[in-house]
């Protein structure tokens, strides 16, 4: 059956595991929230000049509804800042909204593990949708018939190349964050924007939004063993 006792230890494990380090961040960002930065620069303004200092100016800064819903979207060119970044004037603020335009900067610099991130979107999009359903449609028919067996198989195997171009995304996704957030606090200590304790604020609060990747990986990584282990059952 794919839900047994070690599909479910494993999916409670990632969970947990995913639900922890998602609090620490929270808790972090919350925690450097509270340091105000010395130069009274809000998170756009901090954007804004990190994209000037690079002489990138067809990127706009605007602001998205949510909490840590920051992103940079290549497609329209603009580094999406959530409100407690976009008007705040702080260290976490500075450390997102510096390691956003760390996106835009690979994105105008060709950076390669971007640009093959960038390529495989349109795939991952849809293997993400049908991936797990392949892969159970598969498995149960190679449990319930005879005669499926070889085709149940096939199906599995399809489903695993789906699920796995979800993992090899997640892995590419590692260096492109922590690309960005050594961009960002490079940027941060030689452009002076921040003191000695607001960096290593901004330090922190990056390493710990970078963990949450590494969590999303090693558990897709995790998922998709766990999977492959129905292609030695009878």
């Excluded at 919350?30 to 067809?58: P, V």
């Excluded at 960038?118 to 949708?129: E, Q, T």
């Excluded at 960005?180 to 604020?201: D, P, T």
Aim: glycine share 8%; charged share 15%.
């Amino acid at each position: 059956m794919i839900f047994d006792t070690g599909y479910m230890v494993l999916a409670l494990a990632i969970m947990g595991v995913s639900w922890l380090v998602s609090q620490r961040l929270k808790s972090k960002f919350r925690q450097y929230s509270k340091l105000s930065l010395r130069n009274g620069m809000s998170g756009a303004e901090i954007a804004t000049k990190k994209l000037q200092d690079h002489g990138i100016y067809d990127v706009k800064v605007i602001s998205t509804p949510g909490m840590l819903t920051d992103h940079y979207n290549p497609t329209n060119k603009t580094v999406n800042l959530s409100e407690g970044v976009y008007n705040q004037r702080n260290a976490a603020a500075a450390a997102v909204a510096a390691h956003e335009v760390g996106h835009a900067v690979q994105h105008a610099t060709a950076y390669q593990w971007l640009t093959m991130r960038s390529k495989l979107v349109p795939m991952v999009s849809v293997a993400s949708k049908f991936s797990q359903w392949v892969i159970i449609g598969g498995i149960m028919m190679m449990a319930t018939t005879a005669t499926g067996g070889g085709i149940g198989q096939n199906i599995l195997i399809a489903g695993l190349i789906l699920f796995g171009l979800g993992t090899l995304f997640s892995f590419i996704t590692l260096p492109v964050e922590y690309d960005a957030s050594n961009r960002a606090l490079a940027w941060l200590k030689n452009k002076n924007m921040v003191s000695q304790q607001e960096y290593a604020g901004a330090k922190d609060a990056l390493k710990w939004a970078a963990r949450t990747y590494v969590v999303a990986a090693l558990g897709s990584l995790a998922t998709l063993l766990y999977y492959m282990r129905y292609l030695n059952r009878d």
